[in-house]
């Protein structure tokens, strides 16, 4: 399983240069639902709502959703092993979330400060490529 978080799903959508290898898509992906409200924030605040809509609601249901409730993002009020942003540790959480029920989860992550703090603690991470 691989929980991506919303920096693939951008460079996804905005055609950056870094992209995710096409066979990722095909794989069980997973992401908090904040990966949602994160897309469509960042898409209307560049004022590409409209024209990446349709792309986005594809790239979106393609995904499990975890959802954003106490059980979820408990391990969000406790100290992680390194400082975290706020978004960030609703993703760690998350994660967590899935490793505390015995679930095999990669990390899909292009954001550095998200990809340390997995690998701080013990998440592994989805190969990317460059």
């Known amino acids: 399983m691989i929980y991506v978080d919303t920096s693939v799903v951008l460079a996804h959508l905005l055609a950056e240069d870094r992209q995710p ?9 997973i992401s908090s639902r904040l990966l949602e409200y994160e897309v469509w924030v960042r898409l209307h605040a560049r ?26 993002l408990a391990p ?10 706020t978004l960030d540790a609703l993703h760690l959480a998350s994660i967590e979330f ?14 550095e ?12 991470a989805y190969a990317l490529g460059d």
């Not at 290898?21 to 992906?29: H, I, K, Q």
């Not at 899935?98 to 954001?111: E, G, H, I, K, N």
């Not at 400060?113 to 592994?124: C, S």
């Open 98 to 111: 899935l490793r505390a029920r015995s679930q095999a989860v990669l990390l899909a992550t292009y954001d």
């Open 47 to 72: 004022g590409l709502g409209r024209s990446h809509g349709d792309l986005a609601r594809e790239v979106l249901g393609r995904f499990a959703y975890l959802e954003l409730a106490p059980l979820v």
């Open 76 to 85: 969000a009020t406790e100290s992680f092993a390194v400082p975290v942003r």
């Open 21 to 29: 290898p096409e066979t990722m898509w095909s794989e069980t992906l």
């Open 113 to 124: 400060r998200l990809g340390r703090g997995a690998q701080r603690l013990g998440i592994p």
